[in-house]
């Protein structure tokens, strides 16, 4: 049965093996999965995948965002379904052709993502990139058309911000993934970073998440097992 910390994505979000390591070792077994994105993989390439597969207490979601062609796509998908890691992620973008691409290439190894709206993004960015006015003041309807991409295409789910999640539930019914970022417990003051499209993991949970990308709040803590327990905890409340 899954658990509360099963909920927990951690994105190893640091520049080399050497700063990975500790947050591995004092993590695996506090968060469900740990989050491996364009830095780190960049830096160690598939090393790190097996440093936390020898830890064997938590999932691996390799966060890399594939975005080309649908033929290097494919034989990049191919590549990581070699890797044995549960999520891989690929880029809504322009194209189903490039979303299908990615499922084929995954020959059902790993579960494939499409990344529909980044939570760093909001209206404002939409019109500077030409997007049209409906899309703009509503990006909620940008993600579900997106949402509706990458089901077609075969994605198992996608990766959006906890105020989209229940839209996309209610949409595509309770087996359609859903990934999101930009999540702050109750608990942490949300500052000034890069994310626009932020909420508490309770709210996520009961908006129909089934996965949350927790970063910031467990790494800057002064205790980061203790944090992880914490937010476990909150998403135990309303499980």
């Known amino acids: 049965m899954k ?9 190893l979000d640091v520049p080399s093996l050497d700063a990975a390591i500790p947050l591995v070792q004092r993590l695996a077994g ?5 989050k491996v994105g364009l830095e780190l993989f ?10 936390i597969r020898e830890k064997g207490a938590a999932d691996i ?11 290097t796509v494919s034989r990049a998908m191919e590549t990581i379904s070699d ?7 690929v880029h809504c973008g322009e194209s189903t052709k490039m979303l299908e691409a990615a499922v084929n290439g995954s020959k059902g190894r790993v579960g494939v993502l499409g990344v529909t709206v980044l939570t760093s ?5 939409l019109r500077e990139t030409g997007f049209r006015e409906e899309f703009a003041n509503d990006v909620t309807k940008l993600v579900l058309k997106k949402a509706d991409m990458a089901r077609a295409a075969g994605c ?3 990766v959006c911000s906890g105020q989209e999640a229940k839209q996309i539930k209610s949409a595509f019914g309770p087996d359609f993934i859903t990934v999101t970022p930009g999540i702050r417990p109750s608990w942490e003051a949300i500052g000034s970073d890069d994310q626009q499209r ?42």
């Open 3 to 11: 658990q509360a910390k099963d909920h927990i994505i951690f994105p």
């Open 30 to 34: 506090h968060v469900g999965m740990f």
């Open 42 to 51: 960049i830096s160690t390439g598939p090393e790190i995948i097996r440093l």
């Open 61 to 71: 979601f390799l966060d890399l965002k594939l975005h080309d062609i649908p033929a």
């Open 83 to 89: 890797l044995h890691v549960t999520f891989a992620t």
């Open 121 to 125: 993004i909001g209206g404002k960015d």
């Open 156 to 158: 198992i789910g996608i």
């Open 198 to 239: 932020v909420m508490t993991p309770a709210r996520a949970i009961r908006n129909g998440a089934d996965y949350l990308v927790i970063g910031r709040p467990i790494r800057d803590a002064g205790d980061p097992v203790a944090a992880a327990i914490r937010i476990a905890e909150e998403i135990e409340s309303v499980l």
